[in-house]
């Protein structure tokens, strides 16, 4: 099996990568390449780890907006493409036109390609996002609730869906859209993203550090782990074709936890020193954004395709405390 | 003010401008000059018409697909659009590349034109359709049913949408989409659409002609006459820009009625032998397409402002009584 992963540098194509070489096979076939393509060469194991012996990693600097960039690896006709490869929100709304070029008209040229290449039986899984959700949302939401966003990523990544869904409805792909909830706690350092502090505020207490929390603790999210999201990327590639009709794209389930809990919650697995290091300081331009996304989710068709998410909050630290030991 | 129609040479472009040319204001403001734009050169009426000696018809033969092909017509800062050129949805799946051209590449073109040329009070009113709902639809949909269109007409649409409200959002066109309900009684003959008997089973009869009927009676439908569907794309562009956030795009106040329902009142207003003149030969393809298609909707938000749907079934069928005599 051929698998193809573009965003193959960013955090979830990197560990979506170690997971599969970990695994070695995908819906009980044997991974003998995996095509990573990003704009800057993506790093990948030295060729000594024994988990990779295997696997033939071809990584490839690309600039995916390039007419017929993609051609030659969709000639090699890959089984699975994971179609990470984006313009993070906050580029997007500062962009139009770059948000445009790489979150719409590069996804459009891969199915374009898919359908060139007559890569019907291919299996091509989109990251799609919260941010594409938005207007006067019920308090809950569920698998038919509009996208009506208020952000270019949001319509960018929903346009996308619907010509996912198209395309795979035309028998032209095998087109599969997860909807990802804000992945929390994430490794690194706090970024410009308005959901930094989602990760911030836990990571850097637990790494010792200070963090500030911009955003009331009433303040709710639906999020999900790191390590649930991979699990999600690998059996959205293992679950029937027929199972994601009518509409071929659905939020993961997340859970739905305030601030408060979270700190709570971190208190409990680390400590009151460790709620202590963060300061509480509201910051109106992220609150109003943050408070924007949708937080309650009945997420009926992810569990029934068999779709899995963190069982409780505590489990997300825990992960984290275990991946970072 | 100048006012331009894509899609004037089609039924409802001439329909508009016929409305137009007789009220001879819009938002209060004269009306200077209407260019109408189609593939073929729209007719306009001859010009000793009183009706239209103090407004300018500019009729423009043009492919709105190709590059810069509504630049010139920019250039002259249009107060209003009416967008209505589109690919119908029989042809739209036939023929993918020619739908993504003229349904989503041509509106995008348009987006970009006024983007360029600095339009942003224009108002760019485009029709959306009932084709771009689908999927798993609750009993009766309301203005946060999600867009799952089943059929590639619905989803280039149903992109617009999403494209038209970004824009929008940012500032650089005042953009309104109109969701519209299936249009009866069309005046003509009847033609390949799946809708085509919403109007024929009613049309021909009134015409002392025989007509078939390929669903059962039971079906309903979600109806919109066009009397009413020309007053809505006027008051669509009498709405305060404000009015319309957060999403620019709902479903017009059309009224649910069942095909025997429509028969029934065909009965009232015409006689039995009206009725008579419909034979009934139900028709599998025809019954699968059209039993999709929602026909219940809360249309709060196009009430709220102050849209207006026929009160009656029976005052459908007058208005085309009276409009042909």
């Known amino acids: 099996m051929h698998i193809v992963i573009t965003g193959g540098a960013g955090f979830l194509g990197q560990r979506l990568l170690a997971r599969l070489l970990e695994r070695g096979e995908l819906d009980g076939q044997a991974i003998r390449r995996l095509t990573l393509i990003d704009r800057v060469e993506p790093s990948v194991p030295v060729s000594s780890d024994p988990v990779s012996a295997d696997v033939e990693i071809i990584p490839l600097a690309m600039d995916i907006t390039a007419p017929q960039a993609l051609d030659s690896v969709l000639a090699e006709r890959p089984s699975v493409i994971y179609h990470l490869a984006a313009v993070v929100s906050s580029a997007a709304e500062g962009d139009l036109d770059l948000g445009m070029r790489v979150n719409f008209d590069a996804t459009r040229a891969l199915l374009?390609?898919?359908?060139?290449?007559?890569?019907?039986?291919?299996?091509?899984?989109?990251?799609?996002?919260?941010?594409?959700?938005?207007g006067d949302l019920p308090d809950i939401l569920d698998d038919m609730t509009a996208m009506q966003p208020q952000n270019s990523y949001g319509t960018q990544k929903a346009?996308?869906?619907?010509?996912?869904?198209?395309?795979?409805?035309?028998?032209?792909?095998?087109?599969?859209?997860?909807?990802?909830?804000?992945?929390?706690?994430?490794?690194?350092?706090?970024?410009?993203?308005?959901?930094?502090?989602?990760?911030?505020?836990?990571?850097?207490?637990?790494?010792?550090?200070?963090?500030?929390?911009?955003?009331?603790?009433?303040?709710?999210?639906?999020?999900?782990?790191?390590?649930?999201?991979?699990?999600?990327?690998?059996?959205?590639?293992?679950?029937?074709?027929?199972?994601?009709?009518?509409?071929?794209?659905?939020?993961?389930?997340?859970?739905?936890?305030?601030?408060?809990?979270?700190?709570?919650?971190?208190?409990?697995?680390?400590?009151?020193?460790?709620?202590?290091?963060?300061?509480h300081e509201p910051d109106e331009a992220t609150t109003a954004i943050v408070s924007n996304w949708p937080a309650r989710f009945d997420t009926a068709k992810a569990r029934r395709l068999g779709f899995e998410g963190d069982r409780s909050f505590r489990e997300i630290i825990e992960a984290f405390i275990h991946e970072r030991s």
Do not use: Q
Not at 181 to 187: A, C, E, G, L, S
């Open 159 to 279: 346009m996308c869906e619907l010509l996912i869904n198209d395309y795979s409805r035309r028998g032209l792909v095998d087109g599969r859209v997860l909807r990802l909830p804000t992945i929390t706690i994430r490794p690194g350092r706090p970024n410009a993203a308005a959901s930094s502090f989602a990760s911030s505020i836990l990571r850097e207490p637990l790494n010792g550090e200070e963090a500030i929390c911009p955003v009331p603790t009433d303040l709710a999210l639906f999020v999900m782990s790191p390590g649930r999201v991979i699990e999600a990327l690998i059996h959205g590639a293992e679950v029937p074709r027929a199972d994601w009709v009518p509409f071929r794209a659905f939020m993961l389930p997340g859970i739905t936890v305030t601030v408060g809990e979270m700190l709570e919650t971190l208190g409990e697995v680390a400590g009151d020193e460790a709620v202590s290091r963060v300061r």
């Open 112 to 134: 374009e390609g898919c359908r060139h290449h007559a890569l019907a039986e291919t299996r091509l899984i989109m990251a799609s996002s919260v941010a594409a959700y938005g």
